[in-house]
């Protein structure tokens, strides 16, 4: 029941655009991202709830289609500072007492 | 405190021996989640306190892995036995309650390594 992130890992040059994908096999109630800087805490950036929301946090949005069992993150306009592993985590239906992440998107920015 | 603190920051033990990896939540937060990631991999859900009760221990690897919480601070992971595949980052996470809805706060982290 681990959700699937892809790609694994994406070079960018700053400026540039990039999406990150998280697919679930399992029907979610919630969808959460969080980025990790080498040696630190993971961070949150946000929770999208079934409905099909989007939100945005600055130049970083993020969707979740409920039907489809997926969400992405964009990152606009990236900017060095947002280099890191980004992970997504899933909340089941069935199950809403804890959220299960995936093995992180690697992204890193060149200037 | 202002943030969830762990402690040690650095533990290097040798295999057998038995390590307690502590973790004091944000004041308030009756939700406490536990997970171990390895060198360049993803979190692994270990196990959560709701309060001082733990629904759900299915993550724990084996039962030499074992936690406990006092009221809605401390909590302590236990390792007994350590053998080298323990080696990893124990994160610990609290939120304000249970649920898919809550944002989780992190600690640094314990980078555990058995020699």
């Known amino acids: 029941q681990q959700p699937v992130q892809s790609p694994q890992a994406v070079i960018l040059r700053e400026g540039e655009d990039a999406v990150i994908n998280c697919s679930s096999s399992?029907?979610?109630?919630?969808v959460h991202w969080y980025r990790q800087k080498h040696g630190e805490a993971p961070v949150f950036l946000m929770i999208?709830?079934?409905?099909?929301e989007q939100k945005g946090h600055d130049k970083i949005s993020a969707s979740f289609n409920e039907k489809k069992q997926q969400s992405s993150l964009y990152l606009t306009a990236s900017q060095l500072s947002y280099s890191g592993t980004y992970f997504c985590g899933t909340g089941l239906m069935n199950r809403d007492d804890k959220i299960i992440f995936g093995k992180g998107t690697r992204l890193h920015i060149l200037p | 405190g202002a943030g969830v603190s762990q402690s040690p920051s650095n533990k290097v033990t040798e295999k057998g021996k038995d390590v307690e990896l502590r973790c004091d939540p944000i004041s308030g937060h009756t939700a406490l989640y536990w997970y171990r990631q390895r060198l360049g991999q993803g979190l692994e859900f270990l196990i959560y306190?709701?309060?001082?009760?733990?629904?759900?221990k299915s993550g724990l690897p084996s039962d030499r892995f074992s936690a406990e919480r006092t009221g809605e601070s401390v909590s302590t992971l236990t390792i007994q036995r350590t053998q080298q595949e323990d080696s990893a980052v124990y994160l610990c996470a609290s939120s304000p309650w249970i649920g898919g809805n809550q944002p989780q706060h992190f600690g640094d982290g314990t980078r555990l390594s058995i020699l």
């Open positions: 999208l709830l079934k409905g099909g």
């Open positions: 306190f709701q309060g001082n009760s733990a629904p759900d």
């Open positions: 399992k029907a979610l109630y919630s």
